[in-house]
C-alpha cells in the first residue's frame, strides 16, 4: 500500500489547482518544503516581482491549502 503524505498532497494542490491560475498571469509557484506546519513555496516568473504577490500567497495559495490540509498553518514565500 502506497502512503500518500502531506508533503504529497501540498504539491498535488499546488501542481494541479494553483499553477495553472498563476501561469494565466505569466507565474509560477515551486514548491520548497513542509515543515511544522509551515509551507515554504518560491514564487516565480511575473509572480516574483508583482506587486500584488503577498496577496497571491496569503489569500490565494495559503487558503487553498489550510482549507484541503488541516495541518497547513501558513504559506511562505522563502524565494530571493
Known amino acids: ?3 500518500i503524505t502531506v508533503k504529497d498532497k501540498i504539491k ?4 494541479k489547482e494553483i499553477a495553472p491560475m498563476l501561469a494565466m498571469h505569466g507565474g509560477r509557484v515551486k514548491f520548497v518544503d513542509f515543515r511544522e506546519g509551515v509551507v515554504e513555496v518560491t514564487l516565480q516568473g511575473a509572480c516574483s ?3 500584488l504577490s503577498q496577496l497571491t500567497l496569503k489569500e490565494g495559495i495559503e487558503r487553498i491549502l489550510k482549507l484541503k490540509i488541516s495541518s497547513v498553518k501558513r504559506v511562505d514565500n522563502v524565494g530571493l
Open 1 to 3: 500500500m502506497i502512503k
Open 49 to 51: 516581482g508583482c506587486a
Open 12 to 15: 498535488k494542490i499546488l501542481e
